[in-house]
C-alpha cells in the first residue's frame, strides 16, 4: 500500500544488498498534481513512523506509480528509530518539497517534527486527511479510493 517490496535479494553483503523489485512508473504526470504527491508523502511518512522505521530521502524520484498507487520505491535511506537526524532531514524534505500551497511555516513545521514520533504520525495523518476532504473533488474515483484506504490503514 505504501512502498513496493524487495521481490528478490539477488547479492549482499556487509555494505550493500542488491535486490529487485516490480516495476513501477515515473510519477512525472503526478509531480504536476502536487496536492495529490503530497498527500501520499505524508501517509507513508506517518506509516513508516507508525511501524517504527524511517527513510531520510523523501525525494520524487524516489517515489513510483504502482498498482495507480503512489509509493516508495527506492528506500536506500531506511532506518530503524529512533535515529538521530530524522527530525532535520523529515523537515529539510517537507518544507523544500511537500508544502502544500505552503500552509506551513518554518515555526510550526518544526514544531511538529520535534513532536514524539507516535504524535508525528498521527498529526501528520489528520492533516492529510483534512486536506483530502477539503479537495476530494480535485480527484479521480480511483485516486480517492487509494487515499481513503491509507488512511483507512493508519486511522485504524
Keep these: 500500500d505504501f512502498i513496493v517490496p524487495v521481490h528478490k535479494i539477488v547479492d549482499e553483503n556487509s555494505h550493500v544488498f542488491i535486490y529487485q523489485q516490480k516495476y513501477c512508473r515515473d510519477i512525472d504526470h503526478v509531480r504536476s498534481q502536487h496536492l495529490l504527491l503530497c498527500l501520499h508523502v505524508y501517509l507513508t511518512l506517518a506509516y513508516m513512523?507508525?511501524?517504527?522505521?524511517?527513510?531520510?530521502?523523501?525525494?520524487?524520484h524516489n517515489f513510483g506509480i504502482y498498482h495507480d498507487n503512489v509509493v516508495l520505491f527506492d528506500y536506500h535511506g531506511i532506518h530503524q528509530l529512533p535515529v538521530k537526524m530524522w527530525r532535520s532531514r523529515i523537515f529539510d524534505n517537507l518544507y523544500k518539497r511537500y508544502n502544500f500551497q505552503r500552509s506551513w511555516s518554518k515555526t510550526q513545521l518544526k514544531q511538529?517534527?520535534?513532536?514524539?514520533?507516535?504524535?508525528?504520525?498521527?498529526?501528520?495523518t489528520q492533516y492529510a486527511q483534512s486536506l483530502f476532504s477539503q479537495h476530494s473533488g480535485d480527484f479521480t474515483h480511483s485516486q480517492r479510493d487509494i487515499i481513503q484506504h491509507k488512511l483507512n490503514l493508519l486511522l485504524d
Design 49 to 60: 513512523i507508525k511501524h517504527q522505521w524511517i527513510v531520510s530521502d523523501l525525494h520524487p
Design 112 to 124: 511538529l517534527c520535534r513532536l514524539p514520533p507516535a504524535q508525528f504520525a498521527e498529526n501528520i
